[in-house]
């Protein structure tokens, strides 16, 4: 398809704090900035001022917006200006005479975009006007649920312009839900009044027709003047402004002169709303600038917009509010930093560092690219999010990751939605009875790494809950005397909440999925894994793929386990129900055998269906850890012999699935090669390809997955047809979302997978053909930052809020820095490679570790290779310091790190020749 728009502009930073700037943003479609705080403020903002404004599912300012939305719709946050004899023009953008202009080549007004941690602004100039616009949003730092707004207007040419300024922001006022299903109806409940600085509206009811309760909420659109000055009339009833045959992109209250507003007190019920704010008419001289403030906030019981405006309702109250909200957030990206030869590089990470921080923030739903959309994170990217927030956010971690735990049920599976405080769960979204097989392989990863940078191993024994509801047996069955008065616990019969330590809640989800096989003794596929499209195939659909990864979880814990003797104790207590499947420990069962292993699974359930006995049984370390490892020996060879595959071309790589028709997924087709990068991740991670078939896997995935129009390697080649006996996902259009896009997630993942299998030129190369991609704005058409997916016109999907961020960060810290934590000890093993190097031969990352913002500095004089180099010398605060070696690493106590008084201390390490 043709393009007929000016060539495009790649954004560029224009600082080393991650401020950005982009030239006509609005001639591309689909970009939208996210603006957020603790508080609970969710806005996003495009670069003609749509998006939405909100709280969470039930509470919106402005209409609830998909991508489409942003195009398709001029819910905006206008600022229009009508200029006496030559007509009216949106600040924003947005209005049916500039929209046409869009496409023009040499259109009348320039529109550049500059943004930062967390603010957007858009300047706009229109020759013709004499005018120049720059408008500010963010969202406060601090407690209140306020978005702001800064509109500035310059006169640049040599005239006086005379003009009427008019603020319009829709207010929407009520639930998502009420978008579609009584949109009028609900509208009627609308409660409007214009206060002295603007219009709020307080709906009578929160609508729903399984029980209507009054609403407590308020949603306001206030604004002043740079001293304070409030508006001179007001638009609330949104008919009323844009007037008969008007849109709000050509509003009759803006474009006909003379009509006159109401004042302040005046009261109107039953409409949709506007915050349409007329301020009086200037003159603006040549050179002179007039401000504009707008609050745009929802206000809980008993807020008070008196309080708001004498917050933030000056031009000096916005700047103090903006610097401070800059400041927190730089101070959230500075907790890691890499400098390197490429500093886009290096400022594009900055952006990646806070994505984490936006997942926990907005979840999965709330930007216009969502998900589920009704709110909350799921299971999975809660535990994956925590492996960057234990590098970023460490202190806050702990208690999450504890809290999270009682999620887990005592079958192995757990709640599958996370609500917005710790330890608040949901069964699923949709009430569907429904098992992520892969959900329970992600915790263990989370902890290992919080205990292999705290040190914390008496983490494990710390005791938490479990999660109950009625579905049991990994959702097979109901159970039927349970009730929702008896609560969201798993009980005793005594009634009392059962508690088992952290480790049993790990035991519990590895032990029942080992258990939990299909006729090929391949954990069972049941709902689907990490690839939600893998969803139909329930019956008799195995996951290789994941089974690989619990199979080197199992072999990690085992080793974790017989590191609990640190502690000074030979023993743990389990529920003694957990018996049944350490079967070493008592009756050994034939793991060739899956029939007999899925009989000691249902012993296991029926021994826990309602209530759990209470009785715990000792079992000494040695023996849980043996018990452990004999079950990953087993996985290894039964993966190793019979998983692996070889196509007619000679290529070799893993397969990764059964289909619910018992046949193996990948190989040689009909339709063609089938083969998937999910089936070689965990493979090549846990160890269980051999270096041959690591090197025979690269070839394989280069010949068969990578697409470099897309920045790197698909999810999985073309498998042609509609698969009914696996999943939805390949109804998809190929080249997008689970079929056969270039998930960056997965693909960040298969990076991992290389640099600790020694791969590194493979492993970096993986890594800089997504981040260069993604840098490349006229391909991707994506702001800073990691997205979901890249789809087959090489455009980034589903920006900021995304796992694959979570993996970058660890994968660059931990290998590729080579930066990590072991057992609470500093282990260093860098893995760059001579181009991360800069001119003075360094490479450098700032990182929290033992309490400490720590700087580490990698110097290579010879600008040696991967392999080719070893840590010669290390400095702390220019004394040099002694380390232990193992193979390529080295290890320095913690607490040596722990003990500085500077809050930075700095280690230099010299790389030079291996010995």
Not at 290 to 318: C, H, M, W
Not at 325 to 348: E, I, P
Request: hydrophobic letters at 40%; one cysteine or more.
């Amino acid at each position: 398809m043709t393009n007929l728009q000016k060539p495009i502009q790649n954004w560029r930073f224009v600082d080393d704090t991650g401020t950005f700037v982009l030239e006509n943003p609005q001639q591309t479609s689909y970009l939208y900035f996210p603006l957020v705080n603790e508080a609970g403020l969710m806005s996003c903002i495009t670069p003609l001022l749509h998006g939405d404004i909100k709280t969470g599912q039930n509470s919106f300012l402005m209409s609830p917006v998909s991508v489409e939305d942003l195009h398709n719709t001029h819910s905006v946050r206008n600022f229009w200006v009508s200029v006496p004899g030559k007509g009216v023009w949106s600040a924003a953008g947005d209005s049916a005479a500039q929209r046409a202009q869009t496409f023009e080549t040499d259109p009348s007004e320039r529109v550049s975009l500059e943004a930062g941690f967390l603010w957007h602004k858009v300047t706009r100039e229109n020759d013709q006007l004499g005018l120049r616009t720059e408008i500010t949003n963010f969202v406060p730092a601090g407690a209140d649920q306020v978005e702001l707004m800064r509109v500035t207007l310059i006169n640049t040419g040599d005239q006086p312009v005379h003009l009427v300024p008019t603020a319009a922001i829709p207010i929407y006022g009520r639930s998502a839900d009420n978008l579609r299903d009584h949109r009028h109806v609900t509208s009627l409940l609308h409660r409007i009044r214009t206060h002295t600085g603007g219009v709020l509206v307080c709906p009578t009811l929160s609508f729903d027709e399984r029980g209507h309760t009054i609403n407590q909420i308020t949603y306001a659109v206030l604004g002043a003047e740079a001293d304070g000055t409030p508006p001179v009339e007001f638009f609330p009833v949104m008919q009323d402004f844009v007037g008969e045959g008007g849109t709000l992109d050509w509003p009759e209250a803006v474009v006909q002169p003379g009509l006159r507003g109401c004042s302040a007190g005046q009261s109107f019920d039953g409409y949709e709303a506007v915050g349409a704010l007329r301020f009086k008419e200037i003159t603006l001289l040549p050179g002179d600038s007039r401000q504009y403030v707008l609050i745009l906030a929802i206000l809980p019981k008993n807020g008070s917009t008196d309080e708001l405006l004498a917050a933030y309702g000056t031009a000096a109250q916005f700047d103090a509010a903006l610097a401070d909200c800059r400041s927190r957030w730089q101070t959230k990206a500075n907790v890691l930093t890499f400098r390197s030869a490429d500093s886009t590089f290096d400022n594009w990470m900055r952006w990646v560092v806070i994505q984490p921080v936006l997942r926990r923030l907005y979840g999965n739903s709330f930007l216009p690219y969502h998900d589920y959309g009704r709110g909350g994170r799921g299971w999975r990217d809660l535990w994956q999010d925590c492996l960057a927030l234990l590098l970023t956010e460490p202190d806050e971690v702990p208690y999450l990751l504890y809290s999270s735990f009682a999620g887990v049920r005592i079958d192995g599976s757990n709640a599958t939605i996370i609500g917005s405080g710790p330890g608040e769960f949901l069964a699923d979204r949709n009430n569907i009875p429904r098992v992520w097989m892969d959900h329970g392989a992600w915790p263990f990863l989370t902890t290992r790494l919080y205990i292999d940078q705290s040190g914390d191993l008496a983490f494990l024994l710390k005791e938490q809950t479990y999660f109950k509801d009625s579905h049991i047996s990994r959702a097979q069955a109901q159970d039927e005397q349970w009730t929702p008065e008896q609560g969201m616990l798993l009980l005793t019969p005594a009634g009392e909440p059962y508690r088992g330590s952290v480790l049993e809640h790990l035991l519990v989800q590895h032990l029942t999925a080992f258990f939990h096989v299909g006729e090929h003794n391949i954990i069972r596929l049941e709902g689907a894994d990490w690839n939600d499209g893998m969803d139909m195939a329930r019956q008799r659909g195995e996951s290789v793929a994941f089974t690989a990864l619990y199979a080197s979880n199992l072999r990690d814990l085992s080793v974790l386990v017989r590191e609990l003797a640190s502690l000074g104790i030979s023993q743990v207590t389990i529920a003694a129900e957990l018996l049944t499947l350490l079967d070493t420990l008592n009756t050994p069962v034939n793991y060739d055998d899956a029939a007999a292993k899925r009989q000691r699974l249902a012993a296991y359930f029926a021994q826990c269906q309602h209530t759990l006995t209470g009785e715990k049984s000792a079992v000494t370390l040695s023996d849980l850890a043996h018990d452990l490892a004999t079950k990953a020996d087993w996985l290894y060879a039964h993966l190793g012999h019979q998983e692996w595959i070889q196509d007619r071309a000679g290529f070799g790589w893993f397969n990764g699935y059964y289909d619910n028709g018992g046949h193996r997924v990948e190989g040689d087709h009909s339709d063609g090669v089938r083969m998937t990068l999910t089936g070689q991740v965990f493979t090549l991670m846990g160890g269980i390809a051999t270096n041959e078939q690591v090197r025979e896997i690269v070839r394989a995935a280069d010949r068969y997955l990578l697409e470099p129009a897309m920045g790197g390697y698909r999810l999985n080649t073309h498998f042609g047809d509609i698969q009914l006996n696996l999943g939805r996902c390949f109804g998809f259009a190929f080249g997008d979302k689970e079929n056969g896009a270039m998930f960056s997630h997965m693909a960040v993942m298969y990076a991992n997978a290389l640099y600790q299998r020694g791969l590194v030129p493979e492993g970096y190369k993986v890594l800089k053909d997504i981040t260069d991609h993604c840098q490349n704005f006229a391909t991707s058409r994506i702001y800073p930052g990691i997205p979901e997916y890249i789809n087959a016109r090489g455009r980034g999907m589903y920006p900021f809020l995304t796992g694959s961020a979570s993996w970058l960060l660890l994968t660059l810290v931990t290998q590729v820095f080579g930066v990590r934590g072991q057992q609470g000890h500093l282990v260093i093993e860098p893995k760059l490679v001579p181009e991360q190097f800069d001119e003075a031969d360094t490479a450098q990352i700032l990182t929290l570790f033992a309490g400490k913002r720590l700087e580490v500095t990698f110097h290579n004089p010879a600008r040696l290779n991967c392999g080719e180099y070893r840590v010669n010398h290390i400095t702390l605060d220019g004394t040099e310091v002694a380390f232990d070696r193992v193979d390529n690493a080295v290890i320095i106590g913690r607490d040596l790190i722990e003990s500085r008084r500077d809050q930075q201390p700095r280690l230099r390490v010299e790389l030079g020749p291996s010995i």
